[in-house]
């Protein structure tokens, strides 16, 4: 399960937000991934604002992008706002790519 669980990351590494130039997972939006039974996957997420402008489109994409990886069945999906998003949630990564 840990394989599967790196390939979701790796693919969640290739979308960006689209008004940040770092891809979300080092933005700090992913906040659970978890691999069960059946090679279904859960993901809680959050968005930078309840008001982000892509807030219907991007977890469309991170699911549709998820299922694309061979061995995943499933996608479920949760948008969470609890905790809020902030900067102190972005990788190191990300904190240097904007200069924070």
Known sequence: MGDLK???IKKIKTIYDPEIPVNIYDLGLIYKIEVISDNKVNIDMTLTSPNCPVAESLPK???KNILEIKDVSE???QLVWD????KTKMSETAKLELNL
């Open 83 to 86: 905790p809020p998003w902030d």
């Open 61 to 63: 994409s991170v699911k």
């Open 75 to 77: 996608v479920n999906l």
């Open 6 to 8: 790196e390939e979701v």
